[in-house]
């Protein structure tokens, strides 16, 4: 893989460069000129297998290989690609159409809404870069393949920050569960996760997709109901010291009303500091509108 030691380019990003949530499988660290190609998941080493440039009816094996073409060579190129349409028959994929990421325009009720701040820039101007593929027995033929652009292309490291070419590597996944887990804010992970990429372009995400990353995490550890979930994290920390104590009301239908949990660190310091705890019941932003009540007390290092 290689760095590039150069101040890197600035350049002015749209609303679709940073909201996005989709997640994508490659993860590429390059300089402005050279681009190293990945070799995990579906973007393999296709500079060897494949020409640098998809043709007229090139052949692949699948319609995975012929994404994961397609995809490395807009990552070369400057752009990025997406699904127009497909068509099955018998609920099986017979045929698929990427086009680039500008195709098309702006519905007008989204060009005429009223917006108090500036007017968003037009990320959609008609571009006719396509490829087209049909599935012929096993085999997936191009039958149809554009390579004209009516926009300025970007940088190979500009692209990166492109929604198809945005991945965060499961490194990268460690590394931020275990910054969130000590409550560190995103701006401050993405700067950790810059500063070990060697710069921002070589991350391979931005933010968005650091709060897209954990919020589906979060919505996979409460699909039981955040509930039941927080009662399994009392008992679960309950066997591992028996100090800790919670207590769950409940109603007639047996949802809970109240609830409340002290560990053994703070009952030792009641003990001893009893007498100077305060209430503070002023957090009440919880989806529930239950107060979240703070037994706050100062200790002998105030």
Same mark, same amino acid.
């Given at each position: 893989?290689s760095v590039?030691?150069?101040e890197?380019e600035?350049i002015?990003l749209?609303?679709d460069l940073v909201?996005?949530l989709v997640?994508?499988?490659?993860?590429i660290?390059?300089?402005?000129?050279?681009v190293d190609l990945p070799?995990n998941? +579906?973007?393999?080493a296709?500079?060897?297998?494949?020409p640098?440039?998809p043709?007229l009816? $090139?052949?692949?094996?699948d319609?995975?290989?012929a994404h =994961?073409?397609?995809?490395?060579?807009?990552?070369?190129? !400057?752009f990025?690609?997406?699904?127009n349409?497909s068509?099955?028959?018998d609920?099986?994929?017979v045929?698929v159409e990427y #086009?680039?990421w500008?195709e098309? +325009?702006?519905?007008k009720s989204y060009?005429?809404k009223?917006r108090?701040?500036p007017?968003? *820039?037009?990320?959609? #101007?008609?571009?006719?870069?396509m $490829?087209s593929?049909?599935? %012929?027995e096993? =085999?997936w /033929?191009v039958? %149809? +393949?554009?390579?004209?652009?009516?926009?300025?292309?970007?940088?190979? %490291? &500009?692209?990166?920050?492109?929604?198809?070419?945005?991945?965060? &590597?499961?490194?990268?996944k460690?590394? /931020?569960?275990t910054?969130?887990?000590a409550? #560190?804010?995103?701006?401050?992970i993405m700067s950790?996760?810059?500063?070990?990429?060697? !710069?921002d372009?070589?991350?391979?995400c931005? *933010?968005?997709d650091?709060?897209?990353?954990w @919020?589906s995490?979060r /919505?996979?550890?409460l699909?039981?109901?955040?509930?039941?979930?927080m009662?399994?994290?009392?008992t679960?920390?309950q066997? %591992?010291?028996? !100090?800790f104590?919670?207590a769950i009301q409940?109603?007639?239908?047996?949802?809970m @009303?109240n609830?409340?949990? =002290?560990? *053994?660190?703070?009952?030792?310091a009641?003990?001893?500091f009893?007498?100077v705890?305060t209430?503070d *019941?002023?957090?009440l932003?919880?989806?529930y509108?239950m107060?979240f009540?703070?037994f706050t007390?100062?200790?002998?290092?105030h």
């Open positions: 893989m590039n030691n150069e890197p600035i002015s749209c609303d909201e996005d997640h994508v499988e490659s993860e660290v390059e300089n402005q000129n050279d070799t998941d +579906f973007n393999q296709f500079a060897s297998k494949w640098l440039e043709c009816d $090139m052949v692949f094996d319609s995975e290989d =994961a073409c397609y995809k490395a060579y807009a990552r070369r190129k !400057g990025s690609i997406r699904i349409r068509s099955k028959e609920k099986s994929l045929g #086009v680039c500008r098309g +325009f702006r519905h060009e005429n009223e108090k701040g007017k968003p *820039a037009k990320t959609r #101007v008609g571009c006719k870069a $490829m593929l049909k599935k %012929k096993e =085999a /033929i039958t %149809k +393949f554009v390579d004209n652009h009516n926009h300025e292309l970007l940088t190979p %490291k &500009s692209t990166s920050l492109l929604r198809g070419h945005r991945v965060i &590597s499961r490194a990268q460690n590394l /931020i569960d910054l969130n887990e409550s #560190v804010p995103t701006r401050k950790v996760l810059s500063n070990e990429s060697g !710069g372009y070589n991350v391979g931005v *933010a968005v650091v709060q897209n990353y @919020g995490k /919505i996979t550890l699909q039981d109901g955040d509930t039941q979930r009662y399994c994290h009392f679960e920390c066997l %591992k010291n028996p !100090g104590v919670y409940v109603d007639e239908q047996g949802r @009303g609830c409340f949990w =002290a560990d *053994a660190r703070s009952r030792t009641y003990q001893h009893g007498d705890v209430f *019941a002023t957090y932003t919880n989806c509108g107060p009540v703070l007390g100062v200790n002998h290092h």
